[in-house]
């Protein structure tokens, strides 16, 4: 089982960055997708997620900025993100799920999302 992710970067305020999370090993397209994201020192904090209906949800601080996708013919996720603020600078992590058995939770390496000011 893999999540590898990649697409981060340092971006000025403002720009876009889009985030992509291959996956291999397990049923793609039925799994729930979730993007969350940590600062050092705080708690991860969950930003997006995308069921197996296509189904999308945001915390409110990323609503009209920030867009989940998936290819499931990819088996891909993708986060778009755009109106960067600095506030948005963190670790970036792509998470699988299933609820149902088989049931599981997968977790990317990370990738490092700066935006300066």
């Known amino acids: 089982v893999q999540l590898v992710q990649s697409g981060g970067g340092l971006v000025q305020a403002g720009s876009s960055l889009r985030l992509s999370c291959a996956a291999s090993?397990?049923?793609?397209?039925?799994?729930?997708m979730t993007w969350a994201r940590q600062v050092p020192g705080k708690s991860l904090e969950w930003v997006s997620s995308?069921?197996?209906?296509?189904?999308?949800y945001y915390t409110d601080s990323v609503k009209g900025r920030f867009t989940i996708s998936r290819d499931n013919a990819k088996n891909t996720v993708y986060l778009q993100m755009d109106g960067l603020k600095p506030e948005d600078t963190a670790v970036y992590y792509c998470?699988?799920?299933?609820?149902?058995?088989?049931?599981?939770?997968?977790w990317g390496q990370g990738t490092q999302v700066t935006v300066s000011s």
């Open positions: 998470n699988a799920r299933r609820a149902m058995t088989p049931t599981y939770n997968y």
């Open positions: 090993g397990f049923t793609f397209s039925s799994s729930a």
């Open positions: 995308i069921y197996s209906d296509g189904s999308t």
